[in-house]
């Protein structure tokens, strides 16, 4: 008997310390206030921001390689000893500015050479006309043979002919005299020097001297998808397409031009065309050789709607936001049109004065209640057509 009132007692403990133990650890309705009868969901604080209207451009995004409008590789047409540089490396030259001197001394005196034998076939030449003058005059008098006068004819044609090539080899050997003062051909930026003073220059090298590259203006040369052609094409007759230029697609626009050059065959292993834009660079922002952003401005679409990217939502059913709706997040599907640099393009779903979250917090769910912790009108996306608002076009870039 004893021992059955020992076990209800411990059997009674254990129910009362298991519900003891349930009452303590019993789970806290998050966000609920209220005693047992009336509970209230707490509101999640959201940040949110004002559907917006602006004026976006359309535009195509694509990756580019810098090329010098002009670029020559200087080389020495005469041989000799290089006795003067007039520049540095990477110096600024301007056409016609002196760049090499080459010894002068051997073209020199072949001019010099040159020279005496023209003096001595034109004494010649001289003296053959006035012989041929005087026998013209006997022959018509029959006091010489006609035999005679025309071998003085003869021999006058003969020297007026040596005057002429010795006419000729002065200009050749003075053109490589000249050679020998080697100048830019074009105003650019001085590459590397391939040679030094002293050495040895050769007419025959293939070497260059030093290259020359016209860096102001600068050509971008690009490709995109033949499917852009035609839109490009209408705009361009319309009006001159501006084109901006980035180190990377979300850096900041470093210098800007025009579309210059579309190629008339589309390459038909990758069915993309290209095309270059001018760009005149007159700051020196980017560099021949360069791999760099480019963003060809195709129209402006007046009144489009704007929304944060960090307000867009992705789910099995497609895009959405989370919509303030009387105190509450809606869940509301929308159709992306494009990416709109940090922002999006909305084509259906939202209208211009709507409340949309922003970054939305993790415990936030569909229908809870929300307070706004800091609310901001959406803002234009800057850095795109001179500050207007900009949009990577459809299908060059864009992302829902």
Do not use: C
């Not at 050769?202 to 035609?230: D, G, K």
């Not at 480019?294 to 307000?311: K, M, N």
């Amino acid at each position: 008997m004893k021992k059955s009132i020992i076990a209800i007692l411990v059997a009674s403990g254990l129910v009362a310390a298991g519900i003891a133990i349930w009452f303590f650890t019993l789970p806290k309705t998050e966000g609920m206030t209220g005693g047992p009868e009336k509970r209230v969901a707490k509101a999640v604080p959201v940040r949110t921001v004002t559907v917006a209207t602006g004026a976006v451009p359309v535009v195509l995004d694509a990756v580019g390689t810098v090329e010098a409008d002009q670029s020559v590789a200087v080389r020495a047409e005469v041989s000799g000893v290089l006795q003067k540089i007039a520049f540095r490396e990477g110096d600024l030259v301007k056409a016609g500015q002196l760049l090499f001197q080459i010894d002068p001394g051997v073209p020199q005196a072949e001019v010099d050479k040159a020279r005496a034998n023209l003096a001595r076939d034109q004494a010649a030449a001289d003296e053959a006309q006035a012989q041929a003058h005087r026998l013209q005059n006997l022959a018509s008098k029959e006091f010489v043979t006609q035999q005679e006068y025309a071998q003085a004819m003869a021999q006058e044609q003969a020297a007026i002919a040596t005057v002429r090539a010795d006419q000729a080899a002065l200009k050749s050997v003075q053109l490589q005299l000249a050679y020998s003062h080697i100048t830019s051909p074009i105003s650019g930026r001085a590459g590397i020097l391939n040679i030094k003073p002293g050495n040895l220059v050769s007419s025959t090298s293939t070497t260059p001297l030093v290259t020359i590259n016209a860096t102001r203006p600068v050509m971008v040369s690009f490709s995109v998808p033949q499917q852009q052609l035609q839109a490009i094409r209408e705009q361009q007759h319309q009006h001159a397409l501006a084109v901006e230029i980035r180190r990377d697609a979300n850096d900041a626009v470093l210098t800007k031009g025009t579309l210059a050059f579309i190629d008339n065959a589309v390459d038909t292993l990758t069915g993309t065309i290209r095309m270059k834009a001018r760009i005149p660079n007159q700051d020196e922002a980017i560099w021949p050789g360069e791999l760099v952003s480019l963003r060809l401005i195709l129209s402006i679409q007046q009144d489009a709607l704007i929304v944060p990217e960090t307000a867009i939502q992705l789910g099995q059913n497609g895009t959405s936001v989370y919509a303030v709706v009387d105190g509450k997040a809606h869940l509301q599907t929308i159709k992306v049109a494009r990416q709109v640099g940090s922002q999006v393009v909305v084509a259906e779903g939202l209208s211009a004065g709507q409340q949309v979250i922003v970054s939305p917090p993790n415990t936030l769910r569909p229908e809870s209640p929300v307070e706004l912790a800091g609310s901001k009108k959406s803002a234009g996306v800057k850095g795109v057509g001179d500050g207007k608002p900009g949009a990577e076009a459809a299908g060059g870039g864009s992302r829902p």
